[in-house]
């Protein structure tokens, strides 16, 4: 008998435990009923005073449970109650920051269409000042150009006047002085007796390059280009070497002669002594050539 009541006890603790405290009161009514229907049992009308002990002391662990368990559902209570206020709040702080958040992106957008605004009128004004100050300097600049330009043709018609007047003076007193070339006669027209030049030169005894002519003669061509005659001049050529020339034949005689040039064809002296073949040049035969002319 007092292993059933133990037993009955224990279960209906854990099933206290278990339940809301509505269903608890409920379980220690059960719990009362079951141990008053116990102790009328017509096998025990003595009823076991360890047996009440245990049930006073397991009835005092449950109006404890129950107590703390009521506590626990309190606190549980008010924690969903500050849980729910708290998402509350958060989702008016979320409208709150939505509505922030959508102002200041309005704001910035106004900001910014007004700094454009202000940027795109200054640009516009500093570039009409731009072109206000170019203008103005493109024109003082063609003030200045055309000025410095007159002040330039004047000074180069006085030099060039002053230049002319120069020479002409020059020419005067040139025409004036005395001259020691005098040229008597010409191939061409006479020119001014001041342009009269006397030009020498020879081709040199290593570098004159004969050719040669018919079966016994040799020719060559004289450059007298730096003489810088403008018209046709006399030329008296004559050769020089170290042998045999002073026989030869043709050594004064000029052909085509220009105001650049003339040629020269020379004929061997005796058989035998064949200018050709490289003799010419072995025996150093060069020709020195005076030329007098115009240059003017």
């Not at 006047?161 to 020059?170: C, M, N, Q, R």
Request: aromatic share 6%.
């Amino acid at each position: 008998q007092h292993y059933y009541i133990t037993n009955n006890l224990r279960k209906n603790n854990q099933l206290l435990l278990m339940a809301s405290p509505v269903n608890m009161i409920l379980g220690f009514m059960l719990l009362l009923a079951s141990v008053s229907s116990t102790n009328n049992s017509p096998r025990n009308n003595i009823i076991d005073e360890d047996d009440v002990a245990d049930l006073k002391d397991l009835l005092h662990s449950s109006m404890q449970s129950i107590i703390l368990l009521n506590d626990l559902v309190t606190k549980l209570t008010e924690k969903v109650a500050d849980l729910t206020i708290s998402f509350a709040d958060t989702k008016a702080d979320m409208r709150n920051l939505k509505t922030t958040v959508e102002e200041e992106r309005a704001n910035l957008k106004t900001t910014v269409e007004e700094k454009m605004t202000n940027l795109k009128t200054t640009v516009e004004e500093d570039m009409a000042n731009l072109k206000t100050t170019v203008d103005s300097e493109m024109a003082n600049l063609n003030t200045t150009v055309e000025e410095e330009m007159a002040d330039l043709k004047t000074t180069v018609e006085k030099d060039m006047a002053d230049l002319k007047t120069t020479v002409e003076e020059d020419r005067a007193d040139l025409k004036a002085t005395p001259r020691e070339v005098m040229i008597v006669s010409e191939e061409e027209e006479a020119g001014e007796a001041r342009c009269a030049r006397v030009c020498a030169g020879t081709t040199g005894r290593g570098t004159t390059s004969w050719i040669e002519y018919s079966s016994t003669g040799i020719q060559l061509s004289v450059d007298i280009s730096d003489c810088g005659f403008v018209k046709v001049p006399t030329v008296t050529t004559s050769v020089e070497g170290t042998g045999y020339h002073w026989k030869a034949t043709g050594l004064a005689a000029v052909y085509h002669t220009t105001t650049t040039s003339f040629n020269m064809n020379v004929d061997g002296p005796v058989s035998g002594y064949d200018p050709q073949d490289g003799n010419a040049e072995s025996w150093g035969w060069n020709v020195e050539w005076i030329s007098v002319g115009y240059i003017c």
